[in-house]
């Protein structure tokens, strides 16, 4: 009985068929498969990393090239999207994707195409950005992100948890030596090339079936007591006995059949009852517990979001970056503070601002809005998390919703004085800044237009200094 090959498929730009025997090769230029195809040059980045992933690779492997970059290395968001369909519907096993996107407005259709594609059982391996910031796809936790990585007496590959980068693969080789024109040439040292390396590593542990989460395990030879940081690999959700509280502005997709039916057709349950989490995951179901108590409990194949994976994401973040924090800080409380901490981030997300948004409710992670827990008391280990999330995220404006807190409590988590305070109560809204006080109507685009108008004329008053 014959074996079938691991379908291998490269989104880059392009892989020379007379260096690399190829199963399947297309283009694709702004969204679309293009007839006419450009000529790839052998020492392409797609060639070397097909290279480095036939030289390490010990089980028989079909390779596959999807190239969206055009001569000047560049490309966008839809055509790697389409890749992605491409993989889907050809029957892809692993991809390696040695590029990526920092650019916040990338993230929502990434996310959706990359979580199709693991749905389906499709490994994505994928290079985070050299520069260290939070990149999309590498940064999910559905992908397998690497990072060329030094480490004093570890060698080959570790897992990491990284507050910035999330669960990360490091793989310490990071460079390649590997033929070009008959000539052995060495790569630099970077994480486009520790990504193909550490694919290679992939196919020669590689199980149709096998999870993400079953790969980290396995590089890190034992069960990761955390297995996610953030909530971005619902496909469809299930609020078990708490559908009044979950809102409607959910980032999950909440299936509302009748109990039986929904944990039929559903990977994950929202709930509030820690004593149903252990059937839960025998049950095959992803969990995101939004209770009070503090659950540590361990699973080789299912997520479970908590409390304690906050905690121990802020607890993990050693490092925090000591640049001085420039962006905006809007503090907001009363009534409806949520409202406006959900609705402003939109807003300024359709401006092309980048906002970043806190709070002290666990529930509100369900919205998008970062989760503090009120357990760690320590500013500066708030502080330091918050740093790093502004820096590595790339954050404009951050929000803070301190309707469970006092100003000056907020204040010492983030070290900085607000520059507008927002008050938000059932008909009005006062915005408190250095340019006075004004009162206007229960309206989201009127505050937001007006916030804008504040922090654009006090950056033109900067440049004009």
């Not at 291998?8 to 068929?17: A, F, K, N, R, W």
């Not at 036939?54 to 999807?66: A, D, G």
């Not at 480490?151 to 070009?180: M, P």
């Not at 490092?319 to 905006?328: C, F, H, T």
Request: aromatic residues 10%.
């Amino acid at each position: 009985m014959s074996i079938k090959k691991i379908h291998v498929c490269i989104i880059d730009d392009g892989i020379c068929g007379k260096e690399i025997n190829l199963y399947k090769t297309i283009q694709i230029r702004n969204g679309k498969v293009v007839d006419s195809f450009e000529i790839c040059k052998n020492n392409s980045h797609g060639t070397g990393c097909a290279k480095v992933i036939v030289k390490h690779s010990e089980k028989k492997v079909l390779i596959s090239s999807v190239s969206v970059l055009n001569r000047q290395c560049r490309g966008n968001v839809q055509s790697l999207c389409t890749a992605f369909a491409w993989c889907m519907e050809n029957d892809v096993d692993i991809i390696n994707l040695s590029l990526g996107s920092v650019f916040f407005k990338d993230k929502e259709l990434l996310l959706s195409a990359v979580n199709r594609c693991v749905e389906k059982g499709i490994i994505i391996v994928g290079a985070y950005s050299n520069a260290g910031y939070v990149t999309y796809p590498a940064s999910f936790t559905n992908v397998l992100g690497v990072r060329a990585f030094e480490e004093k007496d570890i060698k080959d590959c570790a897992v990491r948890y990284d507050t910035n980068l999330g669960f990360g693969l490091f793989e310490t080789l990071g460079s390649e030596k590997i033929d070009v024109d008959g000539m052995e040439k060495t790569t630099r040292w970077c994480n486009s090339i520790a990504a193909p390396q550490i694919t290679a590593k992939i196919i020669n542990m590689y199980e149709r079936g096998i999870s993400p989460i079953a790969i980290r395990n396995l590089f890190g030879n034992e069960l990761l007591k955390v297995n996610c940081f953030e909530i971005d690999w619902v496909a469809k959700a299930y609020a078990q006995n708490i559908h009044n509280l979950i809102p409607e502005w959910c980032k999950c997709r909440i299936i509302s059949e009748d109990i039986e039916r929904s944990l039929k057709i559903v990977d994950t349950v929202i709930s509030q009852r820690s004593d149903d989490i252990k059937r839960l995951l025998e049950a095959g179901k992803n969990i995101i517990y939004i209770g009070d108590d503090v659950i540590d409990l361990v699973s080789s194949n299912n997520y479970i979001w908590s409390k304690y994976n906050r905690i121990q994401q802020i607890r993990y973040n050693q490092i925090a970056k000591q640049d001085v924090l420039e962006v905006p800080v809007i503090f907001i409380k009363g009534m409806y503070a949520l409202k406006y901490t959900y609705g402003l981030g939109k807003i300024f997300k359709e401006k092309d601002y980048h906002a970043y948004s806190i709070s002290h409710a666990i529930l509100y992670e369900l919205y998008g809005i970062t989760y503090i827990p009120t357990e760690i008391t320590d500013a500066d280990k708030i502080n330091n998390f918050i740093r790093n999330e502004l820096y590595y995220k790339q954050i404009d404006i951050l929000l803070y919703d301190i309707s469970g807190i006092d100003e000056k409590s907020a204040a010492k988590n983030v070290k900085l004085s607000p520059d507008i305070v927002i008050d938000a109560t059932e008909k009005y809204v006062t915005i408190s800044s250095e340019y006075g006080k004004r009162t206007v109507a229960d309206s989201i685009k009127t505050v937001g237009n007006y916030i804008i108008e504040l922090l654009e004329g006090e950056s033109r008053e900067n440049d004009e200094q």
